[in-house]
């Protein structure tokens, strides 16, 4: 809150100073947070030269840990159009807003867009346990976890997830935040997107709705593609020896899960539990891979795979997209070309 109050009363100072200048006359500008949203963003504008779309996270902070600039916070102000994927790792967008100088901003909030096809974060069997998801205080106590299993009664009236493990949900469900990671999704999101665009420009929302009809069909098409690699693959079981944001994605194709930390975890040592039981189901179900998200980070994965009874299992990488850069931009990365390539890595650690 301190640091949201420092950046309200900068920004008093800064758009006396500086708002004529953070937009060229007639442009519209379209202001993202994340890379799926970017990248979506520029399929909807097209070759439309008088939109300005700009990314906030393309140093390669992830959502989780991004504190916005002033810089930032003055940019989201004057936008147009603002859109933010409006989980816990948002917080700080409540009091950008609260200062913004533009009335008719157009803003687009990816989990409330979501409406009741949100899902809420999980814990998992095998997985770490935190005492909360604070993403601003990660001091907790690795020693001290002393939850109270009884305490953690899940109505499976309410799961409609057919996962073979028992699910042990946390006091206080969050909503799982990485919803870019389900083509299924992505179609949704881009209709929410679209509609926020013509809105703000409505002599190009013809334009603007036409690519987006274009490109949903290659979302589509591509979650076709996934669809049959899960349907024909050996194994229906994907283990992670890292985060695991890819809940959405392994629900759409019927995929069971388990993992070291749940998607927004801030913990990064797992303890010799969690190794054991990973390595226990590797054995257990023969799984041939063990995965990573887009980190160099692997050194739990070769542990859990030393751990197994073959050690020969091999280590492989999904992209989450969290991370991707301005340097990934400028050589090309799009959301369908990386969610082509996990589809790649996917077919590759099921079989």
């Not at 409330?112 to 907790?140: L, P, Q, R, T, Y």
Request: charged content about 25%; hydrophobic content about 40%.
């Amino acid at each position: 809150m301190k640091k949201l109050l420092s950046f309200a009363a900068a920004l008093f100072v800064l758009l006396s100073c500086f708002a004529p200048a953070t937009a060229e006359a007639g442009k519209i500008s379209v202001v993202t947070t994340i890379f799926p949203i970017y990248d979506w963003v520029r399929e909807i504008v097209g070759a439309n030269d008088h939109v300005d779309v700009s990314i906030l996270l393309d140093s390669g902070v992830d959502l989780h840990s991004y504190q916005p600039t002033v810089q930032d916070i003055l940019k989201v102000s004057t936008a147009d159009v603002f859109a933010f994927v409006g989980g816990e790792s948002d917080e700080w967008v409540e009091g950008a807003l609260a200062e913004a100088v533009n009335p008719e901003m157009k803003v687009v909030n990816l989990v409330e867009a979501m409406g009741e096809d949100i899902k809420m974060e999980e814990i998992v069997e095998g997985m770490e346990h935190e005492h909360d998801h604070d993403h601003d205080d990660h001091d907790h106590d690795e020693d001290d976890h002393d939850h109270d299993e009884d305490d953690h009664d899940h109505d499976e009236d309410e799961d409609e997830h057919d996962h073979d493990h028992e699910h042990e949900h946390e006091h206080e469900e969050e909503a799982d935040e990485h919803v870019w990671l389900s083509l299924r999704n992505a179609q949704k999101l881009v209709a929410a997107l679209t509609d926020a665009l013509c809105k703000a420009d409505p002599a190009d929302a013809e334009a603007f709705r036409a690519n987006a009809a274009a490109y949903i069909e290659k979302l589509a098409a591509l979650d076709t593609q996934y669809s049959e690699a899960v349907n024909s693959a050996a194994f229906r079981t994907i283990l992670f020896g890292d985060r695991f944001p890819f809940r959405y994605l392994a629900d759409d194709y019927g995929l069971d899960y388990f993992a070291a930390f749940s998607g927004c975890s801030a913990e990064s040592e797992a303890s010799f539990a969690t190794i054991v039981f990973l390595a226990g189901k590797v054995d257990e179900l023969g799984l041939p891979t063990v995965l990573t998200i887009e980190n160099p980070r692997t050194r739990i994965a070769q542990t859990i795979v030393e751990s197994t009874q073959a050690k020969n299992q091999k280590i492989l990488s999904l992209d989450s997209m969290q991370g991707t850069t301005a340097a990934d931009i400028a050589a090309g990365a799009t959301y369908l070309g990386i969610m082509e390539s996990n589809l790649a890595v996917l077919r590759d650690a099921l079989n």
